[in-house]
Nanobody, 113 residues
Framework: VQLVESGGGLVQRGESLRLTCTAS????????MGWYRQAPGQEREFVAT???????KYADAVQGRFTISRDNAKKQVYLQMDNLRPEDTAVYYC????????WGQGTQVTVSS
């Protein structure tokens, strides 16, 4: 299984970005997929996970601003990030889990004030 993130970049406070994670290999609808992030000098922290439309979780810090979704046919998971803040600056990592756990290489998101 390989996971590749895309869509990161540099934006200003209040702007939006959409991250995409594309999976290859034996990833199917039974996998939990989601996002973590890691800011400089900090530990990796949970952002959002999704199994299906009824099983979605968000970190308190992003609730109401970020939306996770997935397209199982395309083996993709998305993170729509709205009203971005400087404290959202981090490397964002995609993961997929079903027994085994897989991680992408990360994509940088920088929010300037």
């Amino acid at each position: 299984v390989q996971l590749v993130e895309s869509g990161g970049g540099l934006v200003q406070r209040g702007e939006s970005l959409r991250l995409t994670c594309t999976a290859s290999g034996l990833v199917n609808s039974g996998y939990v997929m989601g996002w973590y992030r890691q800011a400089p000098g900090q530990e990796r922290e949970f952002v959002a996970t999704m199994l299906n439309s009824y099983t979605v979780k968000y970190a308190d810090a992003v609730q109401g601003r970020f939306t996770i979704s997935r397209d199982n046919a395309k083996k993709q998971v998305y993170l729509q990030m709205d009203n971005l803040r400087p404290e959202d600056t981090a490397v964002y990592y995609c993961f997929a889990k079903s027994g085994w756990e897989y991680w992408g290489q990360g994509t940088q998101v920088t929010v300037s004030s």
